[in-house]
């Protein structure tokens, strides 16, 4: 289920990956952006499991996971997604919530 998240006037759901997608943001109380690199306008499209634990397409830590991921995976990750490519994302994010654990 898409939901899409104004994090200017919404405050961000109280989930344990928030801080792997939002790395640097700092939040107040009310889980609310407070600082005003990540009020910026980026767009995420987080594919998650159902219990909203695991992130689905993750982004890679570093360069080196980024460029092995180009080449070896395609560019499947929540923050380097290019529109065209949204369907294979959302295929891979499957595969990958179907693959044994």
Same mark, same amino acid.
């Given at each position: 289920?898409?939901?899409?998240?104004?994090?200017?006037?919404?405050?961000?759901?109280?989930?344990?990956?928030?801080?792997?997608?939002?790395?640097?943001?700092?939040?107040?109380? $009310?889980?609310?952006?407070? #600082? &005003?690199?990540?009020?910026?306008?980026? %767009?995420?499209?987080?594919?998650?499991?159902?219990? *909203?634990?695991?992130?689905?397409?993750?982004?890679?830590?570093?360069?080196?996971?980024?460029?092995?991921?180009?080449?070896?995976?395609?560019?499947? $990750?929540?923050?380097?997604? #290019? &529109?065209?490519?949204?369907?294979?994302? %959302?295929?891979?994010?499957?595969?990958?919530?179907? *693959?044994?654990?």
């Amino acid at each position: 289920m898409p939901v899409w998240i104004n994090v200017r006037t919404t405050p961000l759901p109280r989930l344990a990956i928030i801080p792997d997608v939002l790395v640097n943001a700092r939040v107040d109380a $009310s889980n609310m952006i407070t #600082d &005003p690199f990540s009020e910026g306008f980026f %767009l995420r499209s987080v594919v998650l499991t159902p219990d *909203a634990a695991t992130i689905l397409n993750p982004s890679p830590k570093t360069v080196a996971g980024s460029i092995s991921r180009a080449l070896f995976e395609g560019n499947n $990750s929540y923050a380097t997604l #290019d &529109p065209r490519d949204y369907i294979s994302m %959302l295929q891979h994010a499957l595969r990958r919530f179907r *693959a044994p654990h």
